[in-house]
């Protein structure tokens, strides 16, 4: 078995976990298990936040095992056995964790941990499904905070779907093929 990578694209509320979910599911197959990769940071005393994670753990079999990223999400991925599934959610929350509130060069983080965690994913014998929120499709930020993440993010986008063998963005929960090799 190889790497599979399907990329998952969406805004908030796109319907894009969901899918992700379902998509790992269905290549772990019947009785095959899951490997959850969060990225939320919890204890910070965000209620809302905390009631997200409580849903989407809901959302999902409480068979699959969960992760906890935190900011090495190279060394999570290579902990995860060969043959499982990998559910990643979401790679924005992880690069935010990562950047914090000074990104510095965005080319220190696309060639240092991000570059890292590619290259973890695909060095994964089996299918990973990378769940990550689309934030180009707005207004340019007037913060430069902002600006540097936003850019950030899109080229990550562009490195992890150059490597996919699926990609979708997700729209008012209705997927868009990007990349389909398979099909």
Do not use: C, N
Request: charged share 25%; hydrophobic share 45%.
């Amino acid at each position: 078995m190889s790497t599979q990578l399907v990329v998952v694209l969406g805004g908030t509320r796109s319907g894009k976990s969901r899918f992700g979910r379902d998509r790992a599911a269905a290549l772990a197959g019947e009785g095959g298990s899951v490997a959850y990769l969060g990225t939320i940071v919890t204890g910070l005393g965000d209620a809302e936040l905390d009631d997200r994670l409580r849903r989407h753990r809901l959302d999902r079999p409480a068979a699959w095992a969960t992760i906890d990223v935190g900011r090495d999400l190279a060394a999570a991925v290579r902990s995860v056995e060969p043959g499982m599934t990998i559910l990643l959610d979401g790679l924005t929350l992880w690069l935010s964790l990562v950047v914090g509130d000074d990104p510095g060069p965005i080319d220190d983080v696309l060639d240092g941990l991000f570059a890292d965690a590619l290259a973890a994913i695909a060095g994964h014998d089996g299918p990973v499904v990378v769940v990550s929120d689309e934030l180009g499709l707005g207004m340019v930020p007037l913060e430069p905070l902002s600006r540097a993440f936003r850019d950030l993010l899109g080229i990550a986008h562009q490195r992890l779907v150059a490597q996919s063998d699926e990609a979708w963005f997700l729209v008012a929960g209705r997927p868009l093929a990007l990349v389909d090799r398979e099909g």
